[in-house]
């Protein structure tokens, strides 16, 4: 009989809790804004964190109320995300809310649509980078000897050869720089460093003072950084 | 004792004297886990209040039904469903009526389900027999008892943040530390009252 009687008490509570549950979810249900789901699509959706949130959807939701700029997702500006968010950002409520629907608010066949409709340009197909090799990075390592512009410049850069600015390592990088053959906005992961700034920097010196700073620091990458500051 | 007087003793020994995390030692996690900013500390004590009130209500009836049907046995696991409901359901309604809240409490607020505090409580309540208006009380007072535990504990590890400690003493083994002397310290209610 308890056997019983125990089965039918639990039986029926955990119905009722199970349906006043189901109940409570229906009717305090969250509408989601269209908008954030769209930038959510729009995101490599890999949750890097690189972004300074804990994941895509809370770097769409910031995105979404204006708090980030649309570079600010760093493994999709190679792959056109700021463009695609900006497309997003130009469409005007009423038409994602046009989109949201027509599409069954599903949002990756929204942001299809929506993409086909702002005509916003093709996602360019992003060049692999190629991780140098050590002996490569080696070389170039050498060569900055007897050039004290481009020493300088590589104690500037991040010095993690990631090889993401098509150079093998920051060496042979910080050489082209020193020649102005490249950009230092082409340093991906410098963007965050301030890079381009601490390079305009060490161009508007004169050979004594970068002679000066590379005898103070001796070279160090670490102490060079800590000398340029911010 | 007049009614008001009881009503008052037991809430006193609940906030104070049988302080659920200081005296009986219950609900540890969170007091170690949500303690490191006030704010935090305020906002999970908030919750904690609210889930305690409202299963101790619930539970308190459920038991005369329990009693009823002669299965007092089932308390523990009829107590615990009755907890994770309450606490799924403050969390549905958190996210609609206020988003500020229900991200800055984050995954403490599921965790609730898990406070042994909580069961703790609505399980003393069926023990010491309280009456539906006792229990209340004695669940208000130990909801504040442990906000009043929380809070304290969490300006002091902010303080700690700036003093100079032994590397090896650093994070939780001072948090350890300074629990057992506020636990020391609340010793001092002992005897305040007795019911």
Redo the contacts between chains.
């Keep these: 009989m ?1 056997i019983v ?2 089965t039918i ?2 039986g029926i ?2 119905l009722t ?1 199970g349906l ?2 189901a109940f ?2 229906s009717k ?3 509408k989601e804004d269209p908008r954030v789901k769209l930038v959510e699509a729009a995101l490599p959706g890999i949750n890097c964190g690189a972004c300074g949130f804990p994941g895509c959807s809370g770097f769409a939701k910031a995105y979404a109320d204006g708090k980030v700029p649309k570079e600010g997702c760093i493994p999709g500006r190679r792959s056109g995300v700021p463009e695609k968010l900006e497309a997003i950002t130009k469409t005007s409520q009423e038409k994602i809310l046009a989109i949201w629907k027509e599409s069954g608010e599903d949002a990756e066949k929204a942001l299809q649509k929506l993409l086909s409709a702002t005509g916003a340009p093709p996602k360019p197909v992003p060049k692999k980078p190629v991780r140098p090799s050590p002996d490569e990075v080696a070389k170039y390592k050498g060569m900055l000897k007897d050039n004290e512009l481009a020493s300088l410049i590589y104690g500037a850069l991040p010095n993690i050869d990631c090889g993401l600015c098509g150079h093998p390592g920051c060496a042979a990088f910080a050489l082209k720089l020193a020649a102005s053959e490249e950009k230092p906005e082409k340093c991906v992961p410098g963007m965050r460093q301030n890079v381009p700034e601490k390079v305009a920097k060490i161009k508007k010196m004169s050979s004594n003072e970068i002679k000066k700073m590379l005898e103070e620091t001796a070279g160090d990458p670490k102490k060079i950084k800590e000398k340029l500051g911010g | 004792m007049s009614v008001g007087t009881r009503l008052f003793f037991i809430f006193l020994s609940a906030l104070l004297v049988n302080n659920f995390v200081l005296s009986r030692f219950l609900g540890i996690c969170p007091f170690l886990g949500v303690s490191k900013k006030v704010d935090t500390a305020v906002g999970m004590s908030l919750a904690v209040i609210f889930v305690m009130v409202m299963a101790s209500i619930i539970t308190w009836l459920l038991n005369l039904l329990l009693v009823a049907m002669g299965l007092p046995f089932l308390t523990t696991i009829v107590f615990i469903l009755i907890i994770a409901v309450l606490v799924q359901f403050v969390e549905i309604v958190l996210k609609k009526t206020s988003p500020g809240l229900y991200e800055a409490l984050g995954i403490f607020l599921p965790l609730i389900t898990t406070n042994c505090a909580i069961l703790g409580l609505a399980l003393l309540n069926v023990q010491q027999e309280f009456s539906l208006i006792e229990t209340i009380v004695h669940a208000a007072g130990a909801g504040l008892g442990f906000g009043l535990a929380l809070v304290i504990f969490s300006t002091i590890r902010e303080k700690m943040e700036l003093y100079e400690i032994p590397e090896s003493f650093k994070g939780t083994a001072s948090a350890l530390v300074s629990a057992g002397l506020l636990s020391m310290a609340f010793m001092g209610f002992q005897g305040l009252v007795k019911l």
Aim: proline content about 0%; cysteine-free; charged content about 0%.
């Design positions: 308890i009687y125990s008490l639990l509570l955990g809790s006043f549950l409570a979810a305090f249900a969250v």
